[in-house]
Every structure is written in structure tokens, then in C-alpha cells.
């Protein structure tokens, strides 16, 4: 593969059930990071991680959790689901070398969520 | 608070010139960044400013003046797979991308 891959592609959840959202990237990149993308709204930060072993809060973070144990890795997980998280939910990675150039962020495919 | 304007639709007819523009209060600024979206799909990387001035890149070029806060991307010979929404984010002092809601670009023949 070449990239940045997600799955699942899309996915009904029940209100209150535990769901992970996984993200991989082949590229080597150092910083990786989650979105959600609602309508009529900008891409919103939840989590990210500038390199295996450590992360942070994005713009959003509330009622979800990551882990980076590897450079490759980055899932998403949504501890009990409500359905206020109904959205397309966007991972990407970049270098992660700051002040380096653009440091431009990928994208993976989406995977659209609804919690009914 | 941090805010990305853009507008939310433009209409432009194939083989015509479209600007779309971007306006941003961030706390900082790191450079700023144009990328495509078509419909169900993932953002795709178009261009990158961090200096004032133009950036051309085949049809497509992407203007900044950082002292007015703008910016603007320039497509050119409009193509109908050009139909999707263009989504401008500015990189602010946290080094986090602040992302604008998009600008629905729909091409007509």
C-alpha cells in the first residue's frame, strides 16, 4: 500500500457502544492526526500526535481517546458513543518536521460514522 | 477567536477563470494551505503559501498577503472534473491547521 488507509469505511453504531476508528500510514510520517467534518463546518482537530509514543488534544477532544504505540498506527476511539459524533472522520499524517518547508498533512480515504 | 472566511458556493462556466478567496484571523500565522475535495472523497494537497505573493502551478495558482490577511486560489481553462469544494486552512502559532468551511465550486458547460 502507499499511503494513508482507514477503516471502516463506513459504519452504524449504536448510542453507547465502544468504537475504534483505524488509521495506517505506510510513509514513514511522523505526525499524524484525526478530524471530523461536519456540514457547513471546517475540518475539526480532535487528536494528534507528533511522534510514536506521544499525543495531544486537539479542538474537539471530548468523548474520544487515541494511542500511538508505533510510527505506522493512529486509531481513534470512541468510548460510548453518542449521536452528536455522527460525522465523516478524516485521519492524515505529515513529516512532522516543523519550520521545515510545508509540513503538508495527507489524508486517508474517511470513514462516515452514524450513531443512531 | 480564530476564524477562516470563505464563501460557500461559486458557479463559473468550463473553460472560464474562477478566484475563490480566503480571509483569516489566527493567533499566528505559519503558512497557508489550499486543498481539493471532491464530493465523498478525502482533502487532496494544492498548494502552499507562506511568503506575500503568487504561487503558479500549472492551472492553478494561490495568491497571499499576509498584512490583509488574504488569500486567494486561481483556477484557469476550467475543466468539469474542477466541480468539487476548495477548502483554505491557515497553520497558526500552535503549528495546528485552522480550517475554513470550503467553497462549493460548481462548473457549468
Known amino acids: 500500500i502507499a499511503g494513508i488507509t482507514q477503516a471502516p469505511t463506513s459504519q452504524i453504531l449504536a448510542a453507547g457502544r465502544r468504537m475504534t476508528l483505524r488509521c495506517t500510514q505506510d510513509?514513514?510520517?511522523?505526525?499524524m492526526y484525526w478530524y471530523r467534518q461536519d456540514l457547513g463546518l471546517g475540518l475539526r482537530l480532535i487528536h494528534y500526535s507528533n511522534t510514536a509514543g506521544t499525543t495531544g488534544k486537539g479542538e474537539v477532544p471530548d468523548g474520544y481517546s487515541v494511542s500511538r504505540a508505533n510510527t505506522d498506527d493512529f486509531p481513534l476511539t470512541l468510548a460510548s458513543a453518542v449521536p452528536s459524533q455522527t460525522s465523516v472522520y478524516f485521519c492524515a499524517s505529515s513529516d512532522g518536521t516543523s519550520g521545515a518547508g510545508s509540513d503538508t498533512q495527507y489524508f486517508g480515504p474517511g470513514t462516515r460514522l452514524t450513531v443512531l | 477567536g480564530q476564524n477562516i472566511d470563505q464563501p460557500t458556493e461559486m458557479t463559473a462556466t468550463e473553460g472560464a477563470i474562477v478566484q475563490i478567496n480566503c480571509t483569516y484571523q489566527t493567533s499566528g500565522f505559519n503558512g497557508l494551505f489550499w486543498y481539493q475535495q471532491h464530493a465523498g472523497e478525502a482533502p487532496t494537497f494544492l498548494s502552499y503559501?507562506?511568503l506575500d505573493g503568487l504561487e503558479e502551478k500549472g492551472r492553478f495558482s494561490s495568491f497571499l498577503s499576509r498584512s490583509k490577511g488574504y488569500s486567494y486560489l486561481l483556477l484557469k481553462e476550467l475543466q468539469m472534473k474542477d466541480s468539487a469544494s476548495y477548502l483554505c486552512a491557515v497553520r497558526d502559532s500552535n503549528y495546528q491547521l485552522i480550517w475554513g468551511a470550503g467553497t462549493k465550486l460548481i462548473i457549468k458547460p
Open positions: 503559501n507562506v
Open positions: 510513509m514513514r510520517h511522523n505526525a
